[in-house]
């Protein structure tokens, strides 16, 4: 089974700390995701990465940056965290075979900002 | 840009009661389609999915979704819940071509089912 893990399930922080979330898979897949879910919102794209140092803006990626080092971690920072920040953070991963990938995702991370 | 709404924002039934969660997307070209669940305090896991072929996929549980391209719709539907099938449910697609290397989903806002015992 594809394991995607979080580094943590719960976070408190400040506003104005850098904030770092870690997400990492075990099935080598070429492509992974960070999503913020919020209600009503639904689950909205912040970056994705499809190769390892390669990223791409999703479509809300103001106030975010991402990190792509090794093919299995993808991580992703608050450089200044507020407020507005607050939410759920989801991590996913997918192979890459242009057919639309099943994503699979991680347990999230429930990020409260004060 | 992909957009994609499901109307049902909350939605109770009893059990053994049937089943129907709209999804429509709004491009219309070719698309992969999706049917996530977020079960309470469990992961998002894939329920079905369309890539081509015959419109209606059968995923686990029951559940089964019609891709109408001429309505740009991918309705979930199961003819009789259970308590168990409470949880949160996502819709969501691929734009093939869109958005040239984007490999990424766009979801809907989500419907909450809860079933009553």
């Known amino acids: 089974d594809v394991k995607v893990t979080q580094s943590s399930r719960y976070l408190v922080k400040r506003t104005g700390e850098k904030v770092f979330l870690e997400c990492v898979q075990d099935?080598?897949?070429?492509?992974m995701f960070w999503y913020r879910q919020d209600p009503g919102l639904g689950l909205r794209l912040i970056y994705f990465?499809?190769?390892?140092?390669?990223?791409e803006k999703g479509d809300i990626p103001e106030g975010y940056s991402v990190s792509r080092e090794k093919k299995e971690r993808f991580s992703l920072i608050l450089e200044s965290a507020s407020t507005n920040q607050t939410s759920m953070y989801l991590c996913?991963?997918?192979?890459?075979?242009?057919?639309?990938?099943?994503?699979?995702f991680g347990p999230g991370t429930r990020l409260l900002v004060l | 840009a992909q957009s994609v709404s499901q109307h049902n924002h909350h939605v109770i039934l009893s059990e053994a009661a049937s089943l129907e969660l709209g999804c429509n997307y709004s491009?219309?070209?070719?698309?992969?389609l999706f049917w996530y669940v977020q079960y309470p305090g469990q992961h998002l896991q894939l329920l079905l999915k369309?890539?081509?072929?015959?419109?209606l996929v059968k995923g686990i549980k029951g559940f089964e979704a019609e891709f109408i391209k001429s309505k740009f719709s991918f309705n979930l539907r199961k003819p009789s819940v259970q308590w168990s099938d409470t949880a949160e449910y996502f819709c969501?697609?691929?734009?093939?071509?869109?958005?040239?290397?984007?490999?990424?989903?766009?979801f809907g806002s989500g419907t909450r089912l809860q079933v009553q015992p």
């Open positions: 996913a991963s997918s192979i890459s075979s242009g057919l639309g990938e099943t994503q699979y």
């Open positions: 099935m080598d897949h070429e492509n």
């Open positions: 990465s499809y190769d390892v140092k390669m990223k």
């Open positions: 491009y219309g070209g070719t698309v992969n």
């Open positions: 369309y890539f081509s072929g015959d419109p």
């Open positions: 969501a697609v691929n734009s093939l071509g869109l958005d040239t290397g984007r490999r990424a989903l766009t």
